[in-house]
Nanobody, 115 residues
């Protein structure tokens, strides 16, 4: 089994920054994709960014110039540095790990950006 534990959410003012972390434990294979998704009230969950174990990254257009995803393979941890936050970034942020045709989700962490 795989467990994902997220941390780093909170309340920040417009223009501020937050850094999210997600640590994976359990049966982690060396080839995988880890990523961040978010879900705002009344909206569908959407991809924010993901990163493969080899380092390839993928970003949503809305965050490409402001967020940076990175990972530490030795720690099975993925990070999301969020800068220049906007009220529309307010959502629950979920970590996901995809490996060998299976996906695993964290419990989510709330990010609230006040105007």
């Amino acid at each position: 089994q795989v467990q994902l534990v997220e941390s780093g959410g909170g309340l920040v003012q417009t223009g501020g920054s937050l850094r999210l972390s997600c640590a994976a434990s359990g049966s982690i294979f060396s080839i995988n994709v880890m990523g961040w998704y978010r879900q705002a009230p009344g909206k569908q969950r959407e991809l924010v960014a993901d990163i493969a174990s080899g380092g390839n990254t993928n970003y949503a257009d809305s965050v490409r110039a402001r967020f940076t995803i990175s990972r530490d393979n030795a720690k099975n941890t993925v990070y999301l540095q969020m800068n220049s936050l906007k009220p529309e970034d307010t959502a629950v942020y979920y970590c996901k790990l995809y490996q060998r045709h299976s996906e695993y989700w964290g419990q989510g962490t709330q990010v609230t950006v006040s105007s």
